[in-house]
């Protein structure tokens, strides 16, 4: 099982219906047994996924069914959903230390890895001690940015602050591989376009390239196939298939998953994570996590 953190310094850039819209494209394009854990409050990726039979969440504390028990005929079995609320240990992080919820989140990684081949981390925005322990249990991270002055400004915390990558790295998760930022709801306006050249310009070195544009790198337009689709609870390919006009939308975020497929795929075959800042760190104990 391989296991993607998405995260963000701050609100409002989309994470959640990049995540729900991820999750749909690995089940219905990769074929994947994907599960979704749903650390933030509230817990908006779950609302999405289980507003139709795509998605489950199991009932009870039972963990991801095994596959051969579910039913269906979708391509992969139904995307599986677990709201921190329905995981006892996962409920809330306040009152318990920080090692115990890590130690908790460890847990049920383990527990369900044999039935899943991709689980998707939503939390709250760093640096919650959800979304830190995420981080330090995380094979992978992805942080979707909008285009604006204050956006830049977090992603400097996000990478340097306490709780940033490089920290988590060095102290916590070695072997995380951040994948990189990824403009998210991009307009095609002066200032957005100003807004991106000073992020290439400032942060270069963390956009994911795109294959397609040797000068580029990948972006998520802002496209209102994406709200009609988290709203409807499925993916953007199914609002493509009935309406023609948002067949181009498709495209573009089919473009943007593939290469973050790509990825996923070689997390497995390129071992311990690896990154422009390369730095190492013995694995965490729990006093080194009650400290993060």
């Not at 729900?20 to 817990?43: K, M, S």
């Not at 990189?180 to 942060?203: F, H, I, K």
């Not at 939308?249 to 790509?262: K, S, T």
Request: net charge positive; charged share 20%.
């Amino acid at each position: 099982m391989k296991t993607l953190l998405i995260a963000a310094e701050k609100g409002g850039t989309g994470r959640s219906a990049l995540l729900c819209q991820l999750a749909h494209y690995l089940r219905r394009v990769r074929g994947a047994r994907v599960l979704v854990l749903d650390l933030a409050e509230p817990a908006c990726s779950a609302a999405s996924l289980t507003r139709t039979a795509q998605a489950v969440m199991p009932s009870g504390e039972r963990v991801p069914v095994k596959p051969h028990a579910q039913t269906g005929r979708a391509r992969a079995p139904r995307i599986q959903v677990l709201p921190a609320r329905t995981v006892h240990g996962l409920r809330s992080a306040a009152g318990e230390s920080s090692a115990r919820y890590y130690a908790n989140m460890r847990h049920l990684l383990r527990v369900v890895a044999p039935f899943v081949d991709v689980c998707l981390i939503d939390c709250p925005p760093l640096p919650d001690p959800r979304a830190v322990c995420a981080e330090a249990n995380a094979d992978a991270m992805l942080s979707p940015i909008v285009l604006s002055r204050e956006a830049f400004d977090s992603t400097h915390d996000l990478m340097n602050g306490p709780h940033g990558v490089r920290n988590v790295r060095a102290r916590l998760n070695p072997a995380l591989r951040f994948f990189g930022l990824l403009p998210n709801m991009v307009e095609d306006t002066p200032l957005q376009r100003a807004q991106a050249r000073a992020l290439q310009a400032q942060m270069g070195a963390w956009l994911i390239p795109d294959p397609r544009d040797p000068d580029g790198y990948l972006r998520m337009p802002r496209l209102d196939a994406i709200a009609q689709a988290q709203a409807a609870g499925v993916s953007v390919l199914d609002i493509a298939w009935s309406d023609a006009a948002a067949r181009p939308a498709w495209r573009a975020v089919r473009h943007c998953f593939d290469e973050i497929a790509l990825r996923l795929d070689c997390v497995a075959a390129c071992g311990p994570g690896t990154g422009p800042e390369g730095e190492s760190a013995a694995n965490p104990g729990p006093t080194e996590m009650a400290h993060a």
